[in-house]
């Protein structure tokens, strides 16, 4: 994720842009939430799975919850660009030994990636130094999935591209300087995710599982920005 903002950046930079456009690099940390949703499909063997999941989000446990993002500004204050959120996914102790599973989580990041449109509002409140902004995005997921099938002798364990993600953003950004800024804001994504679980290897012909979900999160930011 970070090479793709690296990417982004450079990509912006290197677009010719009326003299009072801006490219603004921001990066945040924050606390966010998982609402829960309902999954179904089959584990490896077509082993039925369907289960209302409490999913847990831990942002302040290692690996954190972060993100970053990349923006162009024009003239008319609306701006292009990327991001993207190590966001997580924990199905809960109960939800496990429903399931028959030891682990069921999207814990190296159930990475949120769009390409966002936002509008800002410079000045508002009559207050120089605040801008408030709003954004929507959208892009992929790219869960890294790790999944144990009680009794498998495998473990489902990589980054895997699950389908379509959303993101909606509202906060309000405080200006240091000329360059330097400090933000916060409430931000939510959602996805809509076909993780596909590993066949045992052990096991002559089993096929791969496969479970259906949606993720919506819920999240407070806040961050830095600069801009050039």
């Given at each position: 994720m970070k090479n793709i903002l690296k990417c982004a950046a450079v990509a912006l930079a290197m677009t010719t842009m009326p003299a009072a456009a801006e490219v603004?690099?921001?990066?945040?940390?924050?606390?966010?939430?998982?609402?829960?949703?309902?999954?179904?499909?089959?584990?490896?063997?077509?082993?039925?799975?369907?289960?209302?999941?409490?999913?847990?989000?831990?942002?302040?446990?290692?690996?954190?919850?972060?993100?970053?993002?990349?923006?162009?500004?024009?003239?008319?204050?609306?701006?292009?660009?990327?991001?993207?959120?190590h966001t997580k996914a924990y199905a809960s102790t109960a939800d496990l030994a429903a399931i028959g599973a030891s682990s069921f989580e999207l814990s190296d990041g159930h990475n949120i990636i769009t390409a966002n449109i936002m509008k800002r509002w410079p000045g508002a409140f009559k207050l120089e130094k605040f801008t408030p902004y709003v954004g929507a995005g959208a892009g992929i997921a790219i869960p890294h999935v790790d999944v144990t099938v009680n009794g498998a002798s495998n473990r489902t364990f990589g980054y895997e591209t699950t389908g379509p993600a959303l993101r909606g953003i509202a906060g309000i950004k405080y200006d240091l300087n000329d360059h330097w800024a400090l933000f916060t804001e409430y931000q939510f994504t959602w996805s809509d995710n076909d993780i596909t679980i590993d066949a045992d290897p052990l096991v002559p012909g089993q096929l791969p599982g496969s479970i259906s979900t949606d993720i919506l999160t819920h999240a407070v930011n806040i961050g830095v920005s600069y801009s050039f």
């Amino acid at each position: 994720m970070k090479n793709i903002l690296k990417c982004a950046a450079v990509a912006l930079a290197m677009t010719t842009m009326p003299a009072a456009a801006e490219v603004e690099l921001s990066l945040y940390l924050g606390v966010q939430s998982v609402q829960g949703s309902t999954g179904s499909g089959t584990f490896p063997g077509g082993v039925p799975v369907s289960r209302s999941f409490d999913w847990e989000g831990r942002p302040l446990e290692n690996p954190y919850y972060y993100g970053g993002r990349a923006m162009w500004w024009t003239q008319s204050n609306i701006g292009f660009g990327i991001e993207g959120t190590h966001t997580k996914a924990y199905a809960s102790t109960a939800d496990l030994a429903a399931i028959g599973a030891s682990s069921f989580e999207l814990s190296d990041g159930h990475n949120i990636i769009t390409a966002n449109i936002m509008k800002r509002w410079p000045g508002a409140f009559k207050l120089e130094k605040f801008t408030p902004y709003v954004g929507a995005g959208a892009g992929i997921a790219i869960p890294h999935v790790d999944v144990t099938v009680n009794g498998a002798s495998n473990r489902t364990f990589g980054y895997e591209t699950t389908g379509p993600a959303l993101r909606g953003i509202a906060g309000i950004k405080y200006d240091l300087n000329d360059h330097w800024a400090l933000f916060t804001e409430y931000q939510f994504t959602w996805s809509d995710n076909d993780i596909t679980i590993d066949a045992d290897p052990l096991v002559p012909g089993q096929l791969p599982g496969s479970i259906s979900t949606d993720i919506l999160t819920h999240a407070v930011n806040i961050g830095v920005s600069y801009s050039f």
